[in-house]
Nanobody
């Protein structure tokens, strides 16, 4: 059973920064992809950023390009998301995700963290 445990969320004012971390119970090289999704109240869970262990180019949603950076440390089986220049519209529950096949659509993803809240005030 794959376990993903997030940390680092919280509240910040617009323009501020937060760093999310996710520790996986498995060797992250065993996954085809790992990433971060987010879900705001009343909305679907959307893909934010995805990283591929085999050095393919990371994916970023247009809304976060240039502000968020995803990274991975295979030696510690961790995934991180550095979020800068945060905006109120970034407010959401953020979920760490991993899958052995695809991280394109949230319905395809097999493994999820419990979620962590990020709140950005104006």
């Amino acid at each position: 059973q794959v376990q993903l445990v997030e940390s680092g969320g919280g509240s910040v004012q617009a323009g501020g920064s937060l760093r999310l971390s996710c520790v996986a119970s498995i060797n992250t090289y065993s996954m085809a992809c790992m990433g971060w999704f987010r879900q705001a109240p009343g909305k679907e869970r959307d893909r934010v950023a995805v990283i591929y262990p085999r050095n393919e180019k990371p994916y970023y949603a247009d809304s976060v390009k240039g502000r968020f950076t995803i990274s991975q440390d295979h030696s510690k089986n961790t995934l991180s998301l550095q979020m800068n220049s945060l905006k109120p519209e970034d407010t959401a529950m953020y979920y760490c995700a991993a899958d052995a096949r695809s991280c394109v659509e949230y319905k395809q993803v097999d493994y999820w963290g419990q979620g962590i809240l990020v709140t950005v005030s104006s």
